[in-house]
């Protein structure tokens, strides 16, 4: 028997690629390095990507389709090839970002992505170039805040591989899982596809050259939290909490995960959100309606710096709820305390990479 090219590709043309609903020869995912030497074939079949969902069962059924069509002594050699270029290792992600910043708390309800998202566009007004990365799934709320819920990212080619081009915002790029759901739906994912989904926020973006990366985490300690330290190496953890003796307990959870030996990420500091309640008709006066100065008791007894004593203003609630944090503007007593914020953050991340080590990628055992 003697094995020409047209054979073969007839043989494939029976293999639907579910990925098309057409056939590999429709698709054109048959490279043309198709070489036959004797009874034995080789070629490469071309997959959007590496991560191809029916790339192993295209595989099998090529090989299937050409032993039952031609003959099942045929030897079939097939090599996947990708038009995106494979994702690069963790350690090799993001390597344009100088500084990973985690906005966390151990509590919800605390401020936290508020925190988060006014540090970040003080930290762009003064200068720097900044990402901001929602990784709570399942509660987004960055693009509500950033006025920028109808937008929809799209897909940019870089060196090789399709990426997904953040949306920018107040001189911050930011992406969100809620950019590709529904706001209306509620995201009922397993741990396990969440996690896939923050990691392709991460390493299937276009994140380019930032000088701070800020991470609005979800509350408490979860599969997120685990994802993003085997994911990134975290310059440091900014903690986020309210003067209240729950909160300050759940804060100093938060503290301990990333003290922990195993991640060992530095924190470097607190951040007392709501830290009295000043009306805006009386700005001289403070109510500390949720307890006088239990961050900067806690930052001392744990010998962290307190980075901000935020207070408790109506314009901050409705100016995330507008799509305008209030660090937007820095002429007001709150867009001030967000500007001396950002310089607080950018002073201890300095020092920390002076005296510290970089913080290492948690590998767990397979």
């Not at 959007?48 to 032993?67: M, W, Y």
């Amino acid at each position: 028997m003697t094995l020409y090219p047209k054979l073969i590709l007839d043989a494939l043309a029976t293999v639907t690629y579910p990925g098309t609903k057409k056939s590999l020869v429709e698709s054109e995912m048959v490279a043309d390095n198709l070489r036959i030497n004797g009874m034995e074939v080789s070629f490469s079949i071309i997959f959007p990507r590496d991560t191809d969902p029916f790339l192993k069962s295209t595989l099998k059924a090529a090989e299937a389709a050409i032993h039952f069509h031609i003959s099942p002594d045929v030897v079939v050699n097939i090599t996947p090839e990708y038009k995106s270029k494979p994702r690069p290792e963790v350690e090799k992600l993001l390597p344009q970002v100088k500084n990973i910043i985690a906005v966390s708390s151990g509590k919800g309800g605390v401020g936290k992505s508020t925190v988060a998202a006014n540090l970040a566009i003080a930290l762009a007004r003064l200068g720097y170039k900044v990402g901001l990365l929602d990784t709570d799934i399942f509660g987004p709320s960055i693009p509500k805040m950033f006025g920028v819920e109808d937008a929809r990212p799209y897909a940019v080619n870089v060196d090789g591989r399709d990426l997904i081009e953040p949306i920018e915002q107040y001189g911050v790029k930011i992406l969100s899982i809620g950019f590709f759901v529904s706001p209306e739906t509620a995201t009922l994912w397993r741990g396990g596809m969440a996690s896939n989904a923050l990691k392709q926020l991460i390493a299937d973006a276009d994140w380019g050259e930032l000088d701070f990366f800020i991470l609005d985490t979800p509350p408490g300690t979860s599969d997120i939290h685990l994802t993003l330290l085997q994911t990134l190496a975290i310059t440091g953890a900014v903690i986020v909490s309210t003067p209240q003796s729950v909160a300050l307990a759940d804060a100093r959870k938060g503290i301990d995960m990333y003290q922990n030996d195993k991640v060992n990420v530095p924190i470097l500091g607190l951040v007392e959100n709501m830290a009295w309640f000043t009306p805006a008709e009386l700005p001289q006066n403070k109510y500390y309606i949720f307890g006088k100065e239990g961050c900067k008791n806690l930052a001392a007894e744990m010998n962290i710096p307190l980075l901000a004593q935020i207070p408790l203003v109506q314009s901050i609630c409705e100016s995330g709820d507008d799509g305008a944090p209030v660090a937007v503007t820095s002429d007001t007593a709150t867009g001030i305390a967000f500007i001396n914020l950002a310089q607080a953050v950018v002073t201890v991340t300095n020092r920390r990479n002076k005296e510290k080590a970089p913080t290492q990628i948690i590998h767990t055992k397979k």
